[in-house]
């Protein structure tokens, strides 16, 4: 298994995902190149067996699925996100502060947000762009050298080391310009779009950590890069479905938008994207709402979002059996309070999947007077309700906007993949469950 390989092209991926809309143009990319077809949600859809398929919401959420050559009785589904935390800029942001210009922000999710200081930043995302009547959409990234964002020098705050609430609106406006060069912000979107700064109608931009990803360690044990929550499972979701030959369920690569604050928008787990994507495969080949039914009840799906490995100064902050390290395999996640889907059937399933991929896994629970994080699993199942178990890689430093992972593991979920997507769920009787 090629580990340092596959590293090296989830990080070419994730350097040229700065957003979730870069993701899901690089995704639509990959898989154009693969003969996949691109459908719009406005048009009406002509799928054929055999078919290979793609559409998206919002340019950030991305939908891919393959047909099989016969009859198919249910879904295998991956789901992963896109997003992570940043900030993002507001509408008017240039700001005069003495002989600089700072940009004015907000932060996007829960970042750690004190590993923003001191690094080199970019500005990225999507413009809307009118030209002749016609509103469209466009890509823009300023590069990772753009902004900064200063620390406050230690002689004038001696207890910085103490710890310290930040204020976004105070601490963590980055610098942009010397003062006199107001104006110059739009200008620059504006030319990266290549259009006039009035022609520009509407933005979406984040501002990104702009250092590249780093394989790191003794013999390359380590990656390190911004994003790996959750470009990394989304990343090698994609690998494992463009390898896959189709078996006998319609394979289903998922990637939503906005999981980083809940997942309640029309292109987030929380919305109708997966379960409307569903209902038109199955409309197009001529199934009735109750046989509809009865694929989701034949279908499984894998929720992938990275999961908490046991930190090295702090193991006391892990439960004291469950203990995933990086390297050691994909992560299969529990919780009492449902935050996660994982159960006894959804578990049972995926540890043989693993034994037909010839992979490791390991568990991961909370400690349980810490509550822990949620993902997109019971999420997306409430509108699609299937059986579900929420995985993901082993990682440090969630949220940083530099995070650290094992070489070894994003191959292992990109080879357990892709025999997911080539395997088919079957309910077999009452309490019988099967991959085939």
């Known amino acids: 298994m090629e580990t340092k390989q596959t590293a090296e092209r989830m990080l070419e991926f994730i350097e040229k995902s700065p957003t979730s809309f870069h993701a899901a143009a690089n995704m639509k990319e990959l898989l154009k190149s693969r003969g996949y077809e691109e459908l719009l949600e406005s048009r009406p859809w002509s799928l054929v067996r055999g078919g290979k398929y793609f559409v998206s919401r919002n340019e950030s959420a991305l939908i891919a699925f393959q047909i099989p050559e016969g009859n198919f009785g249910g879904f295998q589904i991956m789901a992963s996100h896109d997003d992570s935390p940043c900030f993002r800029v507001k509408e008017e942001p240039e700001m005069e502060a003495g002989p600089y210009i700072r940009l004015n922000v907000e932060a996007y999710g829960g970042?750690?947000?004190?590993?923003?200081?001191?690094?080199?930043?970019?500005?990225?995302?999507?413009?809307?762009?009118?030209?002749?009547?016609?509103?469209?959409?466009?890509?823009?990234?300023?590069?990772?050298?753009?902004?900064?964002?200063?620390?406050?020098?230690?002689?004038?705050?001696?207890?910085?080391n103490e710890g310290a609430a930040l204020n976004v609106q105070k601490d963590l406006l980055p610098l942009y310009a010397p003062a006199g060069q107001k104006g110059g912000f739009r200008k620059t979107i504006a030319h990266l779009a290549?259009?006039?700064?009035?022609?520009?109608?509407?933005?979406?931009?984040?501002?990104?950590?702009?250092?590249?990803?780093?394989?790191?360690?003794?013999?390359?044990?380590?990656?390190?890069?911004g994003r790996l929550d959750d470009l990394e499972c989304a990343y090698a979701s994609l690998s494992g479905f463009l390898n896959s030959r189709p078996g006998e369920s319609v394979a289903v690569h998922c990637v939503f938008d906005n999981e980083e604050v809940g997942s309640g928008t029309k292109q987030g787990a929380a919305s109708t994207f997966l379960a409307d994507t569903l209902k038109r495969i199955c409309l197009a080949f001529g199934s009735s709402p109750e046989e509809y039914r009865q694929?989701?009840?034949?279908?499984?799906?894998?929720?992938?979002?990275?999961?908490?490995?046991?930190?090295?100064?702090?193991?006391?902050?892990?439960?004291?059996?469950?203990?995933?390290?990086?390297?050691?395999?994909?992560?299969?996640?529990?919780?009492?309070?449902?935050?996660?889907?994982?159960d006894g059937v959804s578990a049972a399933l995926f540890r043989s999947l693993c034994e037909m991929a010839e992979v490791p896994f390991q568990v991961f629970r909370?400690?349980?007077?810490?509550?822990?994080?949620?993902?997109?699993?019971?999420?997306?199942?409430?509108?699609?309700?299937?059986?579900?178990?929420?995985?993901?890689?082993?990682?440090?430093?969630?949220?940083?906007?530099?995070?650290?992972?094992?070489?070894?593991?994003?191959?292992?979920?990109?080879?357990?993949?892709?025999?997911?997507?080539?395997?088919?769920?079957?309910?077999?009787?009452?309490?019988?469950?099967?991959?085939?």
């Open 111 to 160: 970042g750690i947000w004190s590993t923003w200081f001191d690094r080199p930043l970019g500005v990225a995302g999507r413009v809307l762009v009118e030209d002749g009547g016609r509103i469209s959409h466009r890509l823009v990234d300023t590069g990772s050298s753009f902004l900064m964002i200063p620390s406050l020098a230690i002689h004038m705050n001696r207890k910085t």
């Open 194 to 225: 290549q259009a006039e700064p009035e022609q520009i109608y509407g933005m979406d931009l984040c501002v990104y950590n702009g250092e590249p990803g780093r394989i790191w360690g003794p013999e390359g044990e380590f990656v390190s890069s």
């Open 295 to 342: 694929k989701l009840a034949g279908s499984f799906l894998l929720s992938a979002d990275n999961a908490h490995a046991v930190h090295p100064n702090y193991p006391e902050k892990a439960d004291p059996v469950h203990q995933p390290k990086m390297n050691g395999g994909i992560v299969l996640k529990y919780n009492a309070s449902q935050r996660y889907s994982t």
């Open 366 to 436: 909370n400690r349980s007077d810490i509550p822990g994080g949620s993902t997109l699993g019971n999420i997306a199942n409430t509108q699609t309700p299937m059986y579900t178990a929420d995985i993901g890689l082993p990682q440090l430093a969630m949220h940083s906007c530099y995070e650290t992972a094992g070489t070894k593991d994003c191959a292992y979920l990109e080879k357990a993949a892709k025999v997911f997507y080539e395997a088919s769920f079957r309910e077999e009787g009452a309490g019988v469950y099967r991959f085939l």
